[in-house]
């Protein structure tokens, strides 16, 4: 037997251990790979919607016929693989009538495999509750920072690439700033950056730029596409309404870290939250954010659906990334939710109280600045209350002189009005009245719709010639009115007098004339005496609140006789109900010349002044004092600071913005619509349900789940769409491409995730952290897989030309909004204000000459709302700004996960003469000449770094240097050509800057901000 030497073993050992080792192929996923290819081709004829099904074959799920189709096990014996290989096309799957694609030989060679392994079933990948998976280890992986990396770095290795190298420290802060605020770096930041050679710089940064300001304005950027935020209403006249207090919401949640949990909850059911506040009641305004109408013919019962549609179709694309809207006529065709499952989902919203057709209601929500400037108001007008209400011995000395004078005013008065106490009061239709000790009738019990009241009062030893109504606003009435119930205002259809003899029987009374103080237009005093129902005395309680009073002279007086009364009947049988008198007091007269008043005292005042001090009543002693307090000239300048805090009071709360908010009320009816046709009524009732198939929430006690319970199932740990959904935005939002490419459909139909274990990590990870967004970022961003060149290798290239292996940065235009802020920016014109209305930067004369109803006209703003940033930019859903619209922003009618990207010679016109881009051009310039030194190059140097955060190549600065002498030799040669462009935009040109210089590094500048570069993510 031979022996080996140790040197021997051990070169032995070592050519063994040099051996690959080859990792048996993990079984075929039905879910990840085999359910793509059957979607594509069989699941139309062959899915989850019956209605389209043949041959009662069914693909999607295992079942008894499939399993003798399928052959689990034996691929000979397999009906599906013989039919998808056929030639014959009698036989062959798809048939060539369906033209579907025949199934690649890759494919099917899947699909083989799959039969072979047993032809085993398991739930869609997005159906699935994600596990967090443990991250693999690769021998000899030096590049990885973190679990990303990790996952990215082993699916390099399984094809044999490598991830590219670093991107160099500009281009990082780039990126990480147009990433994370949407602005660029500034050239300090860059230097700073550059200059710090600390181990965790760039952690640095990404912790900077996270706490910035404009990092919730760039996250609410891309959530206000997705929840199709817009200023108009869309449909028809496409109408204003204010919702930009929601947008501040989002910027806020976002700048505060507010978990995604509570974020969603809020905006799906803020306003039934336990302890709601105004924050959670204007983030309940998403429910209203979709279009409505308000077209004068319009169907309400048509718009009542499409707006149910509207929420079901965009809150499961938001947050559940799933394609509901085919549902809303029948059973989906690749996914397994249903119609059921679409008006079941409907159903929550069923509560959310609006017009199906008309303007909407605004809800007044009062702001810090408003709140804090009410609470300054109201705390000076405490004090001027409190001194009004005082009685120094100068008031009380003034007080009585007044009171003397007044008796003297109203001398006669109290013997011109004699005020019994009533010998009867009823009425005929259940209300109550008790008599108060000054003679007043005041309401006791509810006030019916219609009321006719009867008081009887005695006749004195004089005829009666007249009888007096006056009647009492209450504070405890409605509307603080004449009428205790209804809105405060008051309709006597009727005033009858009526002679009641010892026998009981009645004559009626004649009147001769009928005055008031005040009469509501169309409702004069003259309609109570005129024997109609249909008219009748109204004094606009509803609106101004007073006392008043009204006289009925007869046409023959009233004669006192033995036994004899007088009746008098307040009728109230007007069509507004409850307009019925509250407090009231009758009075009679034997003046021969009746009137309302024969003093300028009034009859009430004049009852209270002139009844002595030690029998005055305490509504006598508040009355004199009160009116004393009006008038006297002791508190003067105490009713001027007073009229002045009140005034100043109104015009704060008439500032007061609105927003559209979720109010719950009676929820509507919800039914199946057969095929979506909102006159089809045969449908079946449905209650609030989640879709069938996914995890199921109930409501309390047993009830239909409420919104709450929605907004709750929406972010619970055994939903598995919303976290993945999010955590995919996000990545996309730091990549360019989404770990699932289709961002807004995680279902059959949609792209398979390349890195799935990543996204299931990645999501539980997520909710583990309590939802904390900027944990997210931060994870992301400082990964090695984030901070790659975009420069892939050719062979990177060849291998991963779409980069779904993400092992290269990507590359891409800004948006739309960044575009503009960009070059608002790099000029110094950017106002950095956060948050407030809406506002109009320039816009073409006559873009909006289209529109009616009623017709519109764009008005430039000016000031600092010209240089706002794009986020708040007037969304006119029908006629988009033009300068966004250019750039490839959406009109917001429907959810948009993700915008188009063109690249067209309209946006260069755009860069080139849009105003806000050559007045930024001209501000640019100045800049320049200000801050870049004497020379042109170290000028042109210092504009490069401005813009695209580096120094001009040597080629640059020669091809800017002779373009810049051309063009001064122009403007120099034609200074009216300079004037012309330097007069475009509000901001104006220094004098001390000559304008034919000014003029041709304008033309420098307007070059620089149109360079691809300058709106390019890298």
Request: with cysteine; proline share 6%.
């Amino acid at each position: 037997m031979l022996r080996l030497s140790s040197v021997a073993w051990i070169l032995a050992i070592t050519l063994l251990t040099q051996q690959p080792v080859l990792a048996a192929e993990p079984p075929v996923s039905f879910s990840r790979q085999i359910k793509p290819i059957l979607s594509n081709r069989c699941f139309a004829c062959h899915g989850p919607d019956e209605a389209e099904r043949q041959a009662d074959l069914r693909l999607d799920l295992p079942t008894d016929e499939n399993k003798k189709l399928i052959a689990p096990g034996d691929v000979a014996a397999s009906e599906l693989i013989a039919r998808i290989i056929s030639d014959d096309p009698e036989v062959r799957m798809p048939p060539a009538a369906s033209k579907k694609p025949t199934v690649p030989a890759a494919e099917v060679e899947l699909l083989k495999r799959w039969v072979a392994e047993g032809a085993k079933f398991d739930s869609h990948w997005a159906y699935q509750v994600p596990v967090r998976t443990t991250p693999p280890k690769v021998a000899g992986d030096s590049w990885s920072r973190g679990a990303i990396d990790q996952f990215i770095f082993a699916a390099a290795k399984e094809r044999k690439l490598a991830p590219s190298s670093e991107a160099d420290r500009t281009t990082l802060l780039r990126r990480l700033s147009f990433d994370l605020t949407g602005l660029p770096p500034t050239p300090a930041e860059v230097d700073a950056f550059l200059r710090d050679t600390s181990a965790d710089a760039y952690e640095k940064q990404v912790q900077r730029l996270l706490a910035s300001k404009h990092f919730g304005e760039r996250m609410a950027l891309y959530w206000l596409d997705i929840v199709r935020y817009a200023d108009t209403g869309g449909y028809h006249s496409d109408n204003h309404r204010d919702v930009w207090m929601y947008r501040d919401y989002v910027i806020s949640a976002f700048n505060s870290n507010k978990p995604f949990d509570e974020f969603t909850r809020e905006q799906l059911a803020g306003d039934l939250l336990p302890g709601a506040t105004d924050e959670t009641r204007i983030a309940s305004g998403f429910n209203r954010l979709l279009q409505t109408t308000e077209e004068g013919g319009a169907q309400a019962k048509e718009y009542s659906a499409k707006y149910q549609a509207d929420r079901v179709r965009n809150t499961a694309a938001i947050w559940l990334a799933s394609t509901m809207g085919c549902c809303e006529c029948h059973n989906h065709k690749f996914d397994p939710f249903t119609a059921r499952d679409f008006y079941s989902m409907a159903a929550f919203f069923a509560d959310v109280n609006e017009r199906a057709v008309g303007r909407q209601d605004q809800t007044k929500i009062m702001t810090e600045v408003h709140r804090q400037k009410l609470a300054e108001i109201d705390a000076k007008l405490a004090a001027v209350k409190k001194e009004l209400s005082e009685s120094s011995p100068a008031y009380l000395e003034a007080f009585a002189l007044w009171q003397k004078e007044l008796q003297a005013q109203a001398s006669g008065v109290k013997l011109e009005w004699n005020t019994p106490a009533p010998l009867e009061t009823k009425t005929l239709d259940g209300s109550t009245y008790a008599l108060q000790d000054d003679r007043v009738l005041k309401s006791t019990a509810a006030t019916p719709n219609q009321e006719t009241i009867l008081v009887t009062l005695p006749i004195n030893e004089k005829p009666i010639t007249a009888i007096r109504l006056e009647v009492f606003v209450d504070p405890a009435f409605a509307g603080k009115g004449l009428a205790k119930g209804g809105n405060g205002n008051v309709v006597m259809t009727e005033f009858v007098a009526e002679k009641i003899a010892a026998d009981g029987s009645a004559t009626k009374l004649e009147m001769a004339r009928a005055e008031a103080d005040f009469s509501q237009p169309t409702y004069d005093i003259s309609g109570a005496i005129d024997d109609k129902n249909d008219t009748g005395w109204a004094v606009s309680g509803h609106q101004t609140p007073a006392d008043h009073v009204a006289l009925f002279v007869l046409k023959q007086p009233l004669a006192a006789a033995a036994d004899t009364t007088l009746r008098i009947a307040l009728q109230h049988r007007s069509q507004f109900p409850q307009h019925v008198f509250g407090k009231f007091r009758l009075s009679t007269t034997s003046s021969d010349k009746p009137a309302l008043t024969t003093s300028p005292v009034s009859p009430s005042l004049a009852e209270a002044v002139l009844t002595p001090d030690d029998k005055r009543t305490d509504e006598q002693k508040k009355l004199l004092d009160a009116d004393f307090r009006r008038t006297t000239p002791v508190l003067a300048d105490a009713r001027a600071r007073e009229l002045t805090l009140e005034k100043e009071r109104k015009e704060v709360d008439a500032s007061i913005p609105t927003t559209l908010v979720s109010m719950s009320g009676a929820p509507r009816v919800v039914r199946i619509l057969p095929r979506g046709n909102w006159l089809d009524d045969s449908g079946e009732i449905v209650t609030a349900a989640v879709p069938a198939f996914l995890p199921q929430v109930t409501g309390k006690d047993g009830a239909a789940p409420s919104r709450l319970d929605f907004a709750n199932w929406m972010v619970a740990r055994e939903n598995p769409l919303t976290a993945r959904v999010f955590v995919n935005r996000v990545w996309k939002l730091a990549f360019g491409e989404g770990l699932v490419e289709t961002l807004d459909d995680f279902g059959s139909q949609g792209a398979q995730p390349t890195h799935p274990e990543l996204l299931d990590y990645l999501a539980v990870d997520f909710i583990e952290s309590k939802w904390n967004v900027k944990r997210l970022f931060e994870t992301i961003l400082t990964s090695s897989a984030y901070r790659q060149s975009s420069l892939g290798t050719p062979e990177l290239l060849a291998a991963d030309p779409a980069n779904q292996l993400f092992l290269r940065q990507n590359r891409f235009r800004i948006d739309a909004e960044m575009v503009r802020d960009n070059a608002l920016f790099t000029s110094g014109l950017l106002v950095p204000q956060i948050g407030g209305p809406s506002v109009k930067p320039y816009q073409p004369a006559g873009y909006w000459q289209y529109l009616n109803f009623p017709r519109r006209e764009w008005q430039n703003d000016t000031g600092d709302a010209q240089y706002r940033r794009g986020l708040y930019t007037y969304w006119q859903r029908t006629f988009l700004h033009p300068s966004l619209a250019a750039f490839d922003a959406p009109s917001r009618e429907e959810c948009t996960v993700e915008r188009p990207r063109s690249n067209t010679p309209q946006q260069a016109l755009v860069l080139l003469n849009d105003p806000t881009y050559v007045e930024s051009a001209r501000n640019l310039a100045v800049k320049i000449l200000k801050q870049g030194g004497e020379s042109t190059e170290q000028r042109l140097q210092f504009g490069y770094r401005t813009v695209v955060s580096r120094e001009a190549r040597p080629a640059e600065l020669a091809i800017l240097t002779e373009l810049l002498a051309k063009h001064l030799q122009e403007y120099e040669a034609n200074p009216s050509s300079a004037a012309e462009l330097l007069a475009i935009g509000m901001s104006g040109s220094p004098a001390d800057i000559p304008a034919p210089q000014l003029a041709a590094w304008t033309s420098i500048s307007r070059v620089l901000l149109n360079l691809h570069e300058g709106i390019t993510r890298n």
